[in-house]
T-cell receptor, first 115, second 112 residues
Framework: NAGVTQTPKFQVLKTGQSMTLQCAQDMNHNSMYWYRQDPGMGLRLIYYSASEGTTDKGEVPNGYNVSRLNKREFSLRLESAAPSQTSVYFC??????????????FGPGTRLLVL | SQKIEQNSEALNIQEGKTATLTCNYTNYSPAYLQWYRQDPGRGPVFLLLIRENEKEKRKERLKVTFDTTLKQSLFHITASQPADSATYLCAHRYSSASKIIFGSGTRLSIRP
């Protein structure tokens, strides 16, 4: 049982390049989330998916798109990376179909540097 | 707007003492508060949840209190150990319709 896995662990991009961050969970959870974490800012929600086939914007969605590929996988895409998107990105999942379900399980994070 | 605040300054505690971390919220009463632990280079790990109708919750050496009058949650680690050194995050949900919001975390260092 791997929990929540993320790939890649680390990525360097040039401004304007695109990339997709991958996330998968093996806990049969319904809800999945993407956060970014910046120094002094805490975790900020980018997008979330309360169930397979649905996605909704979080606090900071601009510049990102997501795909809930199936119940296990939730990807985050940067179409045209900007230096302001340099951050650590965390994927998380929770059991319920409502995004207010209690416990979130986090992946190890992807460290992204945009030059 | 909903806001959740944690002391951004690091907390340094002597081993064996009780560490107390604070989480304050404004403008509303959250339905519940969660506490997570985050180690450097890793994702947060859930520790405890306390609901608005609960005053206290315990788990081993951990204790969380919820004071709706003071709009504050306190997180205690008793008999602290160097292995407890980490950043601790609080999180809340304002209502059933809102999303979870995280504080920026407090870094705790336990010195031997």
């Amino acid at each position: 049982n791997a929990g929540v896995t993320q790939t890649p662990k680390f990525q360097v991009l040039k401004t304007g390049q695109s990339m997709t961050l991958q996330c998968a969970q093996d806990m049969n959870h319904n809800s999945m989330y993407w956060y970014r974490q910046d120094p002094g800012m805490g975790l900020r929600l980018i997008y979330y998916s309360a169930s397979e086939g649905t996605t909704d914007k979080g606090e900071v969605p601009n510049g990102y798109n997501v795909s809930r590929l199936n119940k296990r996988e939730f990807s985050l895409r940067l179409e045209s990376a900007a230096p302001s998107q340099t951050s650590v990105y965390f994927c998380a999942s929770s059991e319920g179909t409502r995004t207010d379900h209690e416990t979130q399980y986090f992946g190890p994070g992807t460290r992204l540097l945009v030059l | 707007s909903q806001k959740i605040e944690q002391n951004s300054e690091a907390l340094n505690i002597q081993e064996g003492k009780t560490a107390t971390l604070t989480c304050n919220y404004t403008n509303y009463s959250p339905a519940y508060l969660q506490w997570y632990r985050q180690d450097p280079g890793r994702g947060p790990v859930f520790l405890l949840l306390i609901r608005e109708n609960e005053k206290e919750k315990r788990k081993e050496r951990l204790k969380v209190t919820f004071d709706t009058t003071l709009k504050q949650s306190l997180f205690h680690i008793t008999a602290s150990q160097p292995a407890d050194s980490a950043t601790y995050l609080c999180a809340h949900r304002y209502s059933s319709a809102s999303k979870i919001i995280f504080g920026s975390g407090t870094r705790l260092s336990i010195r031997p």
